[in-house]
């Protein structure tokens, strides 16, 4: 096994998430990005590139991984019928992450999907719409989904490992640090909201 490669695409799983977390959370606390960049939009979208060219080179370093490792199968080689089958079913598992990441992209919008409630940009109901509609958190799914088909296309062992790895991070992220923050911001802007209704009643 080529460790360094699958410890460099574990770290670079692991960081992209902790990362922009610590700095989503700063920005709501401090207002760094808005000071620095002018604006809560132009902040947001600064955070927004950092986020989606770091997830690239998380990517790169994730396929790194799999080509590394193309001895460590999934599926026996010998075993040509399933390890087509395996390929065949990749496609399937990527338009289906694919369409989940899009359509949650579609629905949320740039500051949506990048944070832009840290930056104090809300969104101005809860979006309930597909894919929201059957799926927590469809943009994580889906990036994952992606991360599976392309260890099933390569036959990888170390990608599926790496895909659980993936899953396992999101979960941590969404469910201890970013999914009951973000919901603390908008109890908070919903109790703001009714104090000021209040007082002017």
Request: charged content about 15%; aromatic content about 14%; overall charge positive.
């Amino acid at each position: 096994m080529h460790t360094k490669s699958v410890v460099l695409a574990a770290v670079g799983v692991a960081a992209c998430p902790t990362i922009w977390n610590i700095v989503a959370r700063n920005e709501y606390r401090n207002h760094s990005l808005e000071r620095f960049f002018k604006g809560k939009r132009s902040g947001c979208y600064v955070l927004a590139a950092w986020i989606f060219f770091s997830s690239l080179y998380r990517d790169y370093l994730f396929e790194a991984a799999v080509k590394a490792n193309a001895s460590a199968t999934l599926i026996p080689a010998q075993n040509k019928a399933l390890v087509e089958l395996a390929k065949k079913t990749a496609g399937a598992v990527f338009a289906g992450g694919m369409t989940l990441v899009l359509s949650a992209y579609y629905r949320l919008g740039i500051t949506g999907t990048y944070l832009g409630d840290y930056f104090g940009i809300l969104m101005s109901e809860r979006v309930t719409s597909f894919p929201f509609s059957v799926f927590e958190n469809p943009m994580y799914l889906g990036s994952t989904l992606s991360f599976l088909a392309i260890s099933l296309l390569h036959n990888s062992a170390v990608g599926v490992a790496l895909t659980a790895w993936v899953q396992a991070v999101y979960w941590i992220s969404t469910t201890f640090f970013e999914g009951p923050f973000t919901a603390s911001i908008y109890e908070k802007a919903a109790a703001e909201a009714a104090a000021a209704a209040s007082s002017t009643a």
